[in-house]
């Protein structure tokens, strides 16, 4: 239901997800990288980091590789593939709503060049622009009529962060008392 909920928010990446756990194999094996196709980047294969990237020329975002500890436990896996998965769809969303602005403030910026009767180029061949107060209107008619959609994505993002979040807390509460066991053990030992 959750994930229906998402999906009509623009946000594909939990059907990809949900089916690759249907499958029971593990997306990137313990000890790995997660491929990095397309990236540009990909760490040294003996770091044991987290490694963010340049940012992506369509969403703009800094994409991130994941370390896969080889003794990551169930619930360590759950939070990174929480994470990547929030940073699929926050890509997916932002790549989506540049593209949509772009093409948008372009044919905006044609058609009152048009009314105008001039061309999208000036006699020295410069691109032809439009004042502040024109483009305003464009910025105040983009963010109105996409209000449904930002709204859905904050929605989806508090919602995916704070999962992550939870699952963070847990995962520093095991460690926490995996730590104070071992501490136990080498002190009375």
């Given at each position: 239901?959750?994930?229906t909920?998402?999906?009509r928010?623009?946000c594909?990446?939990?059907?990809r997800?949900l089916?690759?756990a249907?499958?029971?194999r593990?997306?990137v094996?313990?000890?790995?990288?997660?491929e990095?196709?397309?990236?540009g980047?990909?760490?040294?294969?003996?770091?044991r980091n987290d490694w963010?990237g340049?940012?992506?020329?369509?969403?703009n975002?800094?994409p991130v590789?994941?370390?896969?500890?080889p003794e990551?436990?169930?619930l360590?896996r759950?939070?990174?593939?929480?994470?990547?998965?929030?940073?699929?769809?926050?890509q997916h969303?932002w790549?989506r709503h540049?593209r949509?602005?772009?093409?948008e403030?372009?044919e905006?910026?044609?058609?009152?060049?048009?009314?105008k009767?001039?061309?999208m180029?000036?006699?020295?061949?410069?691109?032809?622009?439009?004042?502040?107060?024109?483009m305003a209107?464009?910025?105040?008619?983009?963010?109105?009529k996409?209000f449904r959609?930002?709204?859905?994505?904050?929605?989806d993002?508090?919602?995916r962060?704070?999962?992550?979040?939870?699952?963070m807390g847990?995962?520093?509460?095991?460690r926490a008392?995996?730590w104070?066991?071992?501490?136990k053990r080498?002190?009375?030992g």
């Amino acid at each position: 239901m959750a994930a229906t909920r998402v999906l009509r928010g623009g946000c594909y990446c939990h059907r990809r997800l949900l089916s690759s756990a249907s499958s029971g194999r593990p997306t990137v094996e313990r000890g790995e990288r997660q491929e990095s196709p397309g990236l540009g980047f990909s760490p040294p294969a003996h770091s044991r980091n987290d490694w963010i990237g340049p940012p992506d020329k369509h969403s703009n975002l800094r994409p991130v590789i994941f370390y896969v500890p080889p003794e990551e436990s169930a619930l360590e896996r759950r939070l990174r593939e929480a994470r990547q998965e929030a940073q699929a769809c926050d890509q997916h969303f932002w790549a989506r709503h540049n593209r949509a602005f772009s093409q948008e403030k372009e044919e905006f910026i044609f058609s009152r060049l048009k009314a105008k009767g001039l061309e999208m180029r000036d006699e020295t061949g410069q691109k032809a622009t439009l004042n502040a107060e024109e483009m305003a209107d464009f910025y105040k008619d983009f963010l109105s009529k996409n209000f449904r959609k930002h709204m859905q994505y904050n929605r989806d993002w508090y919602k995916r962060n704070f999962t992550i979040t939870f699952l963070m807390g847990q995962v520093a509460l095991v460690r926490a008392l995996r730590w104070l066991r071992w501490k136990k053990r080498s002190v009375g030992g």
